[in-house]
């Protein structure tokens, strides 16, 4: 399959690029402590940092500072950091995530390391198959005066609400779609303020599919590509020519 040829920005406003894969292991394959051994041993060579703590979600509060990001607790988790890049794993009883931090080189580069991962993982986990795929990205956009309209970087959507867009600071926006076993969620608010400067945008796309699927990387990478295409058409259908530029600028 080709994949679809979107342009990797100079200048990405994306703080965090997650896929989150939930799977069903096969009959009497239960999880197991040393399973995290297991998949460390295959990928140490690319992973060569783990770590053990409890497995974590990003979730956004929205407070009179604005939104804040609090990271709930959950079941155990290890974790292992990429070698080289800014790239993350996150491994829980059936749970395998991806984090790609900044500097976000774009969807190619993402996909491959997705697609490696899983390849590398599945004789490991067993999955029988796959009961939801997420792709996740949250961008990051700085004002340059507090009280400037989310307008300027934004336009309205399907979803993104134009009275938001006009607001002074002090907004939330959230919206929840579902159509044939697919959620998307799209969030739009403020970021705390950091000392003498105004709060950031806070533009967080999430697409899931809640279909069950194939464990197969032929079927994981038509859905991710689907997934992706999905978060595209709503980050550019949302952007403003002046936060197109942000994205194309070349520092130096």
């Known amino acids: 399959m080709n994949v679809p040829h979107h342009p990797s920005y100079p200048n990405p406003t994306i703080v965090e690029a997650v896929c989150d894969i939930r799977y069903e292991p096969v009959p009497g394959r239960a999880w197991k402590a040393s399973l995290p051994g297991e998949l460390f041993k295959e990928i140490q060579g690319t992973y060569p940092e783990m770590e053990f703590g409890l497995e974590t979600a990003l979730e956004f509060q ?12 959950g079941k155990q988790r290890a974790r292992f950091k990429h070698a080289r890049e800014p790239v993350l794993l996150q491994f829980a009883e059936n749970l395998l995530a991806v984090s790609v931090l900044p500097k976000y080189s774009g969807w190619a580069g993402m996909r491959s390391v997705i697609l490696e991962v899983w390849s590398q993982a599945k004789p490991i986990l067993g999955p029988a198959k796959i009961v939801r795929l997420g792709l996740r990205y949250i961008n990051r956009i700085e004002r340059e ?17 134009p009275a938001v867009l006009s607001s002074a600071p002090g907004f939330l926006s959230r919206v929840e779609s579902r159509s044939e076993g697919d959620l998307v969620i799209v969030t739009l608010g ?26 197969e990387d032929g079927t994981l990478s038509a859905e991710i590509d689907r997934l992706h295409e999905n978060v595209w058409n709503i980050f550019s259908e949302a952007k403003t020519e002046k936060l197109d530029a942000l994205l194309n600028r070349r520092e130096g």
């Open 62 to 73: 929205f407070g009179p500072g604005g939104i804040t990001q609090r990271m709930m607790p």
């Open 145 to 161: 005066f507090p009280d400037q309209k989310p307008s300027v970087w934004l336009r309205a959507t399907r979803y993104v609400a």
């Open 190 to 215: 403020e970021a705390e303020a950091g000392a003498g400067s105004g709060a950031p945008l806070v533009f967080d796309i999430d697409s899931i599919s809640e279909r069950s699927l194939s464990p």
